[in-house]
């Protein structure tokens, strides 16, 4: 494990701006770079919001959103977790569970507003008298919730879904506050609204890859498999985060973990190495607020299982708050892959596939 990864001659493509402009011609590292301004502005967007629902007697508060736009329960889960005083889920499917009734707070998340997943759980929550907020740029979401008299938080569009984390992930956290139901996270934005936009500047593409961490890893994980793991807590939402933005925006397989859990499954997989597909670059997402033994978990783990990877790396957050160190990790993720598209010659912005199934199956 190196602290200080060496830069490749793939990164070092990374400073050429002729690079950059030829592998994303339609300028998405724009957007990426856009995401700290646009984490304030959906705070002024959430505290507009008006008719938000009453929280008496709540019992739970459930997330519902797909890819990109699901991935705010992610966030939202990791973050109030410590907070709320009742339990938040992440809902990423067709059905809701049974427990989700006339005592949960839903909020309804869809870019676009015409996932076909979030509506049909959206109308389910509907049914049984949820409270029920939405989070979107418009759609068929945006005309139902309206009609019900469900608060919408309309959100800026003409981005793509994982490109406008701010504007879905941000709105939820906003309203659980406006509703008492997240104690101290004013402080907490406050700090990730600076946290992200110092790593977005040491990001930016006009920081050379000797010292850029995000080009750096970038060409580093050309030709390899990615695998990320996060400590805990947060860590791990951003793991999971890095791993779909690996998949979208560098247009790679790549898999995700968090420890302890990890320390009981997958690292038995990498401990047999001989299965294993491709040579492997393994990002670890660490923060200050460790459990001791889970910082021990991560020496001990990657000692293990040494001989079996290409490299392990680090990314430090040295944030206090877990909302701040998980928008740190984002903003250094979401540089990351889409470098790590470009280094490839991989147009960051189009998901095609996506596209593909959605057309296939009239969603
Ligand atoms: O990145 C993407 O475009 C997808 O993961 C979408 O976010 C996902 O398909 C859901 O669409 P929406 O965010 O519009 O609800």
Redesign the pocket.
């Known amino acids: 494990m190196t602290a200080t990864p060496a830069t490749t001659p793939e990164a070092l493509k990374l400073d050429d701006p002729a690079t950059l402009a030829e592998a994303d011609p339609t300028d998405f590292l724009s957007a990426v770079e856009g995401l700290p301004a646009q984490l304030g502005e959906a705070v002024g967007l959430a505290d507009a919001a008006e008719d938000l629902p009453d929280v008496t007697g709540l019992g739970s508060i459930a997330v519902l ?7 705010s329960g992610e966030l939202c889960r990791a973050v109030l977790a410590p907070l709320a005083p009742v339990p938040v889920a992440t809902l990423r499917d067709y059905d809701i569970p049974a427990w989700v009734g006339k005592d949960t707070l839903v909020f309804a ?7 076909e ?2 509506l049909t759980a959206f109308r389910q929550a509907a049914a049984r008298g949820a409270r029920i907020v939405a989070v ?2 418009g ?1 068929a ?1 945006a005309q139902e919730a309206a009609a019900s008299g469900y608060p919408v938080v309309a959100v800026p569009g003409g981005l ?3 490109a ?1 984390l701010g504007y ?1 992930a941000i709105p939820p956290l906003v309203v659980c506050n406006r509703l008492g139901l997240a104690p101290g996270i004013d402080t907490a934005i406050d700090e990730a609204l600076e946290v992200a936009a110092r790593r977005a500047a040491a990001c930016h593409r006009s920081v050379p890859a000797a010292s850029n961490l995000a080009k750096t890893l970038a060409g580093r994980l050309v030709g390899r498999l990615p695998l990320v793991w996060g400590s805990e807590g947060t860590a791990g939402a951003a793991a999971y985060r890095l791993k ?1 933005q690996l998949n ?1 925006n560098a247009k790679v397989i790549a898999n995700w973990a968090v420890f302890p859990e990890l320390n009981h499954n997958e690292v038995v997989g990498l401990y047999h190495s001989e299965t294993i597909p491709a040579p492997l670059g393994i990002l670890v997402l660490r923060h200050v607020g460790e459990n001791p033994r889970t910082a021990r978990r991560i020496e001990v783990t990657t000692s293990l299982i040494a001989d079996s990877v290409d490299f392990v790396e680090e990314i430090w957050t040295t944030a206090a708050s877990p909302l701040a160190r998980l928008l740190d990790f984002v903003v250094a993720g979401d540089h990351l892959s889409t470098y790590l598209g470009i280094a490839r010659g991989a147009d960051p912005a189009p ?1 095609v596939v ?1 596209d593909l199934l ?1 057309a296939a199956l009239g969603s």
């Open positions: 959103g797909m890819g990109g736009s699901g991935i998340v869809s870019y676009s507003g015409n996932t997943e979030t979107t740029t759609g979401l793509m879904p994982r406008a879905v779909c979208e998901i996506i959605k």
